[in-house]
Nanobody, 126 residues
């Protein structure tokens, strides 16, 4: 069982920045994909970004491209989500995810990820 512990959420003004952190208790030999999803009230959960922790491939949702940046510290089993130029529509609960099984590429569907963090709230005011 893998635990994912998130931190760094909070409140920001529009145009501001926040950085989320997620530390995994374990990376197995087959672990490649770590990412972030978000869910706003009344909306479906959506993928925000992922990173292949071994090859470095990165993907962003169109809605955050150019504003958010995902990175990692392998030695700490930690991934980060730097969120700049925040907008009110970025308000959501943000979840860190891990897919412990490598199947050739990382996915953007929620049900492809086995492990989820507890979530951290991000609130952006206008």
């Amino acid at each position: 069982q893998v635990q994912l512990v998130e931190s760094g959420g909070g409140s920001a003004q529009a145009g501001g920045s926040l950085r989320l952190s997620c530390t995994a208790s374990l990376y197995s030999a087959s672990t490649r994909c770590m990412g972030w999803f978000r869910q706003a009230p009344g909306k479906e959960r959506e993928a925000v970004a992922y990173i292949n922790i071994r090859e470095g491939n990165i993907w962003y949702a169109d809605s955050v491209k150019g504003r958010f940046s995902i990175s990692q510290e392998r030695a700490k089993n930690t991934v980060y989500l730097q969120m700049d130029s925040l907008k009110p529509e970025d308000t959501a609960m943000y979840y860190c995810v891990q897919d412990p099984f490598w199947r050739g590429h990382c996915y953007t569907k929620a049900d492809e990820y086995t492990y989820w963090g507890q979530g951290t709230q991000v609130t952006v005011s206008s």
